[in-house]
């Protein structure tokens, strides 16, 4: 049986890796990755195939960035020869990003069976544009991978026959579970002085956070009033580094004697950055969700979440974009006690090995 793999973006590269793993662990699967360059920067993308034991992707796309329908046009283009010249059994995509909808709506009009993992998650936002990748994904998709309880209703609500969605748990977790022993082991909160608990962790990327000036001015702004009593470490991802310079907000953040900015950080660095933070503050779908697991406070400025499970079991809260509020709050929970997080439901590190069962059974 060949399965092709797709991967594009950052946090795709932790989804497919524990998937990859699995289907060659069940055996009688030729499992094969292809990297559609949706990211392509050593930081975005090659640095998590040297961390995370990705072989070399066997085909790349090179799409780079451009709008959307640039973007999803290139990867169908690109992807519909790959699937013509290797004629695979099964595609699986995952998350929610172009790469995932491209690749997806490729193997739907080749009538290649499509397995979508992170299946049902929905912030009922559509001005988002990874709920428009999720709704139109599942919606072609012939095996929903499921992560928690909210998207086995959403797909239910929208009609998905029962046979089609399975409830494995979160392959991203896998790949956490696997490497915080490695990350504890990191040298990077030593090398900028930063003590256990004492600093705010940010990552922030979200178009209706970054791209529109006022909004940004928001984020800048509540940076400034939280590192007036916690260090801020803050690796930028390139789409909000490219804002921050046009904004002139960069230059503050940089100056800023208690601001860390950093290019992004490797995976490995970013959870040891994570476990060691007092708080994160993001806008990172994954983000909430390792927050959870590891038990870091998370504040999430969003109106909204797709990751419901974060909240209700985790340690997730969403915030306004409104400065005095992030301060407030971040004070509040800087100093509270920690509460012990409930695990969500099959979040266990096998994630991976219960999806790979799935496939071997469809030979
Ligand atoms: C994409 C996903 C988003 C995901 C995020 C993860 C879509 C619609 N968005 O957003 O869901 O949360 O990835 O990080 O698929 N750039 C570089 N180097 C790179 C990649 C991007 O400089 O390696 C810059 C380019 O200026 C580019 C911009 O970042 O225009 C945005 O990249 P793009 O892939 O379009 O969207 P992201 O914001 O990264
Ligand atoms: N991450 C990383 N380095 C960073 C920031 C994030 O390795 O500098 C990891 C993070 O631990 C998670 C993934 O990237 O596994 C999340 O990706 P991102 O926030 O870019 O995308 P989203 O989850 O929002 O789609």
Redesign the pocket.
């Known amino acids: 049986m060949k399965v092709l793999s797709v991967v594009g973006?950052?946090?795709n590269?932790?989804k497919i890796a524990p998937v990859h793993q699995a289907l060659l662990e069940v055996g009688g699967i030729n499992s094969r990755i292809v990297h559609t360059g949706q990211h392509y920067d050593e930081?975005?993308s090659d640095?998590?195939f040297r961390q995370l034991g990705l072989p070399e992707p066997h085909v790349y796309l090179d799409v780079h960035s451009g709008s959307h329908a640039e973007q999803t046009g290139r990867v169908m283009m690109a992807f519909e020869r790959v699937v013509w010249a290797e004629e695979p059994d099964l595609i699986i995509v995952v998350?929610?990003?172009n790469s995932t909808l491209a690749c997806g709506l490729v193997a739907a009009k080749l009538h290649v069976p499509l397995a979508h993992v992170e299946a049902g998650l929905r912030s009922h936002d559509r001005r988002m544009p990874?709920e428009i990748n999720r709704m139109v994904t599942d919606r072609i998709s012939d095996h929903l991978f499921v992560t928690e309880q909210s998207g086995i209703q959403h797909l239910k609500a929208e009609g998905v026959p029962d046979e089609r969605v399975h409830f494995v748990g979160n392959v991203?977790i896998d790949?956490?579970l696997r490497f915080r022993d490695q990350a504890a082991r990191s040298d990077l909160r030593n090398q900028y002085s930063l003590c256990q608990g004492s600093y705010v962790l940010v990552?922030m990327?979200?178009p209706s956070n970054v791209d529109i000036p006022e909004h940004l001015e928001a984020v800048v702004k509540a940076l400034e009033l939280v590192a007036q009593d916690h260090p801020v470490v803050f690796?930028?991802?390139p789409r909000t580094r490219k804002y921050l310079a046009q904004g002139g907000g960069l230059g503050r953040l940089e100056r800023h004697q208690s601001i860390f900015l950093?290019?992004?950080?490797?995976?490995?660095?970013?959870?040891h950055?994570?476990e060691g933070a007092g708080l994160v503050m993001?806008?990172?779908?994954?983000?909430?969700?390792?927050t959870t697991v590891l038990g870091v406070p998370c504040l999430t400025v969003r109106p909204h979440t797709e990751r419901p499970v974060t909240v209700d079991h985790g340690t997730n809260e969403l915030i306004e974009r409104d400065p005095q509020a992030i301060h407030a709050r971040v004070r509040e929970r800087m100093t509270a006690p920690r509460s012990n997080p409930v695990m969500p439901p099959l979040w266990d590190g096998r994630a991976s090995h219960r999806i790979a069962r799935i496939v071997a059974g469809l030979s």
């Open positions: 973006a950052r946090p590269f932790m930081k975005m640095i998590f998350g929610d990003v990874e991203m790949t956490l990552t990327h979200r690796p930028v991802h950093m290019e992004p950080v490797g995976y490995v660095e970013f959870v950055l994570m993001t806008d990172s779908g994954g983000v909430q969700e390792e």
